[in-house]
């Protein structure tokens, strides 16, 4: 979610300046090349607590202290001097930290970077004092630029957050620096990137084992057809192939997808990869992260007539399904993709489906089981075209750096089996349904907001699909499939209701 607002940039007229190099508070666009002033912000999905404390810890390990004004909603910092010089010519440097609360888990954390300077006399030269054309507006003509520190600021749309009006004092509720003045302060846009990667960086947790506690009958479930005399077999929701995924396609290959899990868009993709496998006469098999207790269920689902009914057989008799707490794997799109698995079988294709993860275990004996799950389940469908979605360290074909001795699920088939072949996922700014270790070191199963890296992020010039790279990448993939923008898909049974649609993702996206 991006929200229209105030980006401050508060550029003083500075002697002997008769330019500047590039617009204040600036930031390089790595598809161009130019540096660009932002014209949005970053709503994150969290509670404005956590943003904040979020923001505390990282100026921490940067060893500011940081002191927190009556109701949290403010911060600031010790100051430090960047380099040393002579007693009235010093600069000192700090943070402020501006917070607001958009909604219950939206929030905005505005951070400035505040320079004090014992030579400077002049605090600020009002905009209107300036012609439009000053190069020290820092080439920001337009008076409705979120960068213009006088200007009125609006929240977008259907957002709950207030206007403010920074005409006056920009960082009111900063304290001063006894002997200094304040002589500029900038959006700190490094420190805000980090803040980014703390909250929307980080990997989902697979929850294995745990209770089971939620009642099949609690939810009505939704993008069911009832076989009828008029369509006694409902038709899978195929769509259009994905785009240069062909070349991956052949029997008796395996093909790994890296899943972010708990997003619409992937269990989508897998469905139009299998429907054009298959339309090529190969037999093709799905497997998918669920423990492999659940074969038997499966099974039976994929020769039901696919009522209502017979999924309310297929998640009453789960234990995955029903988890008091549940992550990704059990999204609402993996129980369509399951459900369209059955129908493209009902339609005369064949198909099959794989459970192949464990109930127990973890690192390296989780791995080494999946594994060999996978591998029976390859000896017996050896002619099949096999797509195998699971996270994104499990799939890779390499060893990870962190660990020497951990040896992902895809690094093992890769030993036993020629034909493997394993695709990341670039995608654009999102959410998905995962758990997460919060702020405060507890596991949260919510709608949170996720972000690529530099290396996944798919520019606006990459078009949806599949682009294979000259050679195997560090990691082991041999490709990737960009996806766009990625949107959470909730559990398919949970004791609340959903916090975002429960959907799947159009199959043309």
Known sequence: ????????????????????????????????????????????????????????????????????????????????????????????????????????????????????????????????????????????????????????????????????????????????????????????????????????????LELVGGNTSVPARSVMLEGWTEPSETEPVPQPDCGTPVDGAAPLMAQGQTLLLADPLGTRELPSAALRMLCEASSKGMPVTLALSLPVAEQPLLDTYLASAGSSQDAQELLRGSSFWRRTHQDGRSSRAMLWLVEQARRLRASGKTVSLVAFDVDKGKGNEREAQMAKNLLDARSKTPDAWMLVLAGGTHVRTASVGWDSDYEPLGMRLAKALPSVKALDVGFTRGSQFSCRYNVWDAVECNVFAISPTKQAKQASTVSPGVQLYAESQQEGFQGRLYVGALNASPPALQATAAAVSSAPASPEK
């Open 1 to 204: 979610m991006r929200l229209y607002g105030m980006l401050l940039g508060v550029g003083l007229a500075c002697s002997g300046c008769s330019t500047l190099t590039r617009p204040l508070g600036a930031v390089r666009d790595d598809e161009t090349g130019e540096y660009e002033t932002p014209k949005e912000e970053t709503v994150y999905l969290v509670p404005i607590e956590d943003a904040m404390m979020m923001t505390r810890r990282i100026l921490e390990d940067q060893r500011y202290d940081v002191l927190e004004k009556e109701g949290g909603m403010e911060l600031f910092t010790s100051a430090q001097e960047p380099g040393k010089n002579v007693a009235g010519s010093r600069t000192f440097e700090r943070y402020y930290i501006k917070g607001e609360k958009v909604g219950p888990r939206q929030s905005l954390v505005r951070v400035f970077r505040l320079r004090y300077d014992e030579t400077n006399k002049v605090l600020e030269i009002p905009h209107q004092a300036l012609g439009p054309s000053d190069e020290t507006r820092g080439a920001v003509d337009d008076p409705n630029h979120p960068f213009d520190a006088n200007r009125v600021v609006k929240s977008s749309p259907g957002s709950q957050a207030t206007m403010h009006n920074y005409n006056a004092n920009p960082f009111p509720g900063a304290p001063g620096i006894e002997g200094f003045q304040l002589v500029r302060g900038n959006r700190d846009v490094g420190i805000e990137h980090v803040l980014l990667e703390r909250l929307e960086m980080v990997p989902s």
